[in-house]
């Protein structure tokens, strides 16, 4: 996940070690932190890799600040990334919200959805509970616990938002033609979220 985040930060455009490393700790929400242990140490193995450059640049009162850039090759890695996206980077929200930070970087709108589908087929099956009891799961409706009903009750109103959100998105991408035994489905009714705008594409 931190190849992704360098990646597509970098290629929103070049910057330096520090900005790069302040990023990927907003990106990864609050109480996360990046250490330059874990930072530096990948970002030399990119530039082996020749995903990237770090070249030294004039900055603020003539100090020399190290600005690092995406290569064509660490583009097409990005790429890479973002189109095979699956298991955990499609199943867990905090990886997925990475994965859909950078989605627009992929050139083709037909690999755009089949991310989003991918996800969406996750969150159609059944969802999974937080407590269990004798190995059966423990519903929002049979829980009395008040505040781990809370828990049950916040996490499936995002599930549903989200799914809207796929849906109303997914509505409004250039489709690829269905194949023969697929003609004639009825497609989901998408419902309207707000958060998208149709009149422009992913």
Known sequence: MLDLQILGLLDDGPLHGYELRRRITALSGPGSHVSEGSLYPALARMERAGLLTRHDEPGARGR????????????????QLLRGAQGADIESMPRFMNVLAFLSHLPQAHEREAVLRRRLKVL???????FYDDGAP???????????????CVAAAARRAEIA????????????PQPPALQG??????????CSQPQEPL
């Open 185 to 194: 489905t009825p497609p989901d009714t998408p419902a309207r979220t707000g």
């Open 165 to 176: 959100w796929l849906r109303e998105t997914l509505d409004h991408e250039p489709t690829p």
């Open 138 to 152: 423990r519903r929002g409706r049979d829980e009395p616990d008040p505040y781990r009903r809370g828990m049950t």
């Open 124 to 130: 159609l099956s059944p969802p999974p509970a937080f």
């Open 64 to 79: 020399a600040r190290r600005v690092v850039r995406i290569t064509e090759a660490g583009r097409q890695r990005l790429h």
